[in-house]
Nanobody, 132 residues
Framework: EVQLVESGGGTVQAGGSLRLSCAAS????????IGWFRQVSGKDREAVAC????????YYADSVKGRFTISTDSAKNMVYLQMNNLKPEDTADYLC?????????????????????????WGPGTQVTVSS
């Protein structure tokens, strides 16, 4: 059974940084895709970043390019989202999602009408609040 558990959320002032972690288990860390999404109550879920192991490619939403970085540690089955220069509009519940196996590359995130359809498993989320 695939399990994803996020951590690292919290409250930070605008301009600050946070690193979110996602502990993944239940699937081998070879053929997979990991995505970070964020959700604000009353709004559509937004794809933030993605990493696909097949070609080690990444995807970032335009709103976070240059500020957020997705990375993995295969030895620990961990995925991270480093978030720098945070803005109040980054406030949301952040969710980790996984697809295994993943017969697609990160470019698909920018093509799919709803990139969430690419993923099979989801974590419960961690709240990030950015104060102005």
């Amino acid at each position: 059974e695939v399990q994803l558990v996020e951590s690292g959320g919290g409250t930070v002032q605008a301009g600050g940084s946070l690193r979110l972690s996602c502990a993944a288990s239940g699937f081998p860390f070879d053929d997979f895709a990991i995505g970070w999404f964020r959700q604000v109550s009353g709004k559509d879920r937004e794809a933030v970043a993605c990493f696909t192991s097949s070609d080690e490619s990444t995807y970032y939403a335009d709103s976070v390019k240059g500020r957020f970085t997705i990375s993995t540690d295969s030895a620990k089955n961990m995925v991270y989202l480093q978030m720098n220069n945070l803005k109040p509009e980054d406030t949301a519940d952040y969710l980790c999602a996984a697809s295994h196996p993943a017969h697609w590359t990160a470019v698909a995130m920018g093509i799919m009408e709803d990139p969430a359809d690419l993923f099979d498993s989801w974590g419960p989320g961690t709240q990030v609040t950015v104060s102005s």
